[in-house]
T-cell receptor
Framework: EDQVTQSPEALRLQEGESSSLNCSYT??????LFWYRQDPGKGPEFLFT???AGEEKEKERLKATLTKKESFLHITAPKPEDSATYLCAALTGTASKLTFGTGTRLQVTL | GAGVSQSPSNKVTEKGKDVELRCDPISGHTALYWYRQSLGQGLEFLIYFQGNSAPDKSGLPSDRFSAERTGGSVSTLTIQRTQQEDSAVYLC???????????FGSGTRLTVV
């Protein structure tokens, strides 16, 4: 069974304090690893897709990386507006849908 | 439309009643998905549509749950004889293809009392 595990469950950072969120996956034949951001009361918002080990993608203060077993979402010099739940999800070769992790709830304070 | 639209945004229903949740995907998106999100839980897959067909219904938790899609566009998720454990946020997403990012709606928060 495909499994996606995220850590930590919750993370509190001060503004400007960089950190990384982890997404480890045990799936059969990864075809894509997706990152989403979810704000309270809203649906997840697409951030990145990574397709192969070694790939990196960046958007503003966020950078996503992928290895054969896990993905990291690096947040550089975060701001309070980066506070949200970050979800990762895996799409596998035989599956027709994304399998999501339970998310990391990030809070950035002044 | 510009985004995925879901209605109603909130629904409170009595145990045992039937409910219908509606999803209007992005125009031209052939793939449509329903997920359920419970407090503290990850997103749980329910059903996937490609056009009007549902090649993967494996996530529907019981035969009380059904869904249809018409005209390759609007989809309705129906829950019959609702139970308290059905309380959750039901999210719909659409995509231009299986391997592309999904665009989610804001969800329907269902509360069964």
């Amino acid at each position: 069974e495909d499994q996606v595990t995220q850590s930590p469950e919750a993370l509190r950072l001060q503004e400007g304090e960089s950190s990384s969120l982890n997404c480890s996956y045990t799936v059969s034949g990864l075809r894509g690893l997706f990152w989403y951001r979810q704000d309270p009361g809203k649906g997840p918002e697409f951030l990145f897709t990574l397709y192969s080990a070694g790939e990196e993608k960046e958007k503003e203060r966020l950078k996503a990386t992928l290895t054969k077993k896990e993905s990291f979402l690096h947040i550089t010099a975060p701001k309070p507006e980066d506070s949200a739940t970050y979800l990762c999800a895996a799409l596998t070769g035989t599956a027709s849908k994304l399998t999501f992790g339970t998310g990391t709830r990030l809070q950035v304070t002044l | 439309g510009a985004g995925v639209s879901q209605s109603p945004s909130n629904k409170v229903t009595e145990k045992g009643k039937d409910v219908e949740l509606r999803c209007d995907p992005i125009s031209g998106h052939t793939a449509l998905y329903w997920y359920r999100q419970s407090l503290g839980q990850g997103l749980e897959f329910l059903i996937y549509f490609q056009g009007n067909s549902a090649p993967d219904k494996s996530g529907l938790p019981s035969d009380r749950f059904s869904a249809e899609r018409t005209g390759g566009s609007v989809s309705t998720l129906t829950i019959q004889r609702t139970q308290q454990e059905d309380s959750a946020v039901y999210l719909c997403a659409s995509s231009s293809g299986q391997f592309y990012g999904y665009t989610f709606g804001s969800g329907t928060r269902l509360t069964v009392v």
